[in-house]
């Protein structure tokens, strides 16, 4: 059961940016991390990048395309940046709570997770 709620998917060119957001705002325990992740259709999923105490961690892969960033107290982005063709990969903000920390591939284990929000990049 979903317990995070996300938003901010959608349509976006190619080149464009978008921001995706990731409300805990109905979590009571203390969130020590949260991470996103991305999924497309009959693939893998893929780790985006974490933040915890510090600043976010992301892997190789996903350097310089996302922007993780604590917006306030509840909520957590991540912008998505110079976008290129693709279909539809749904992105997942999973959160952890005390005791769960982030790795440089992202969150390795996590106690909530949002509903998914799905982006199309075409023209």
């Known amino acids: 059961q979903s317990q995070l709620v996300q938003s901010g998917g959608g349509l976006v060119q190619p080149g464009g940016s978008l921001r995706l957001s990731c409300s805990t705002a109905?979590?009571?325990?203390?969130?020590?991390?949260i991470g996103w992740f991305r999924q497309a259709a009959g693939k893998e999923r893929e780790a985006v990048g974490c933040?915890?105490?510090?600043?976010p961690k992301y892997p190789d892969v996903a350097k310089g395309r996302f922007v993780i960033s604590r917006n306030h107290a509840n909520a957590v982005s991540l912008k998505l940046n110079n976008l290129t063709v693709e279909l539809t990969v749904v992105y997942y903000c999973p959160a952890g709570g005390p005791g769960r920390y982030c790795t440089d591939s992202g969150l390795p284990a996590y106690d909530y997770w949002g509903q998914g929000a799905p982006v199309t990049v075409s023209a």
């Open positions: 109905g979590i009571t325990e203390r969130l020590n991390s």
């Open positions: 933040v915890d105490a510090g600043e």
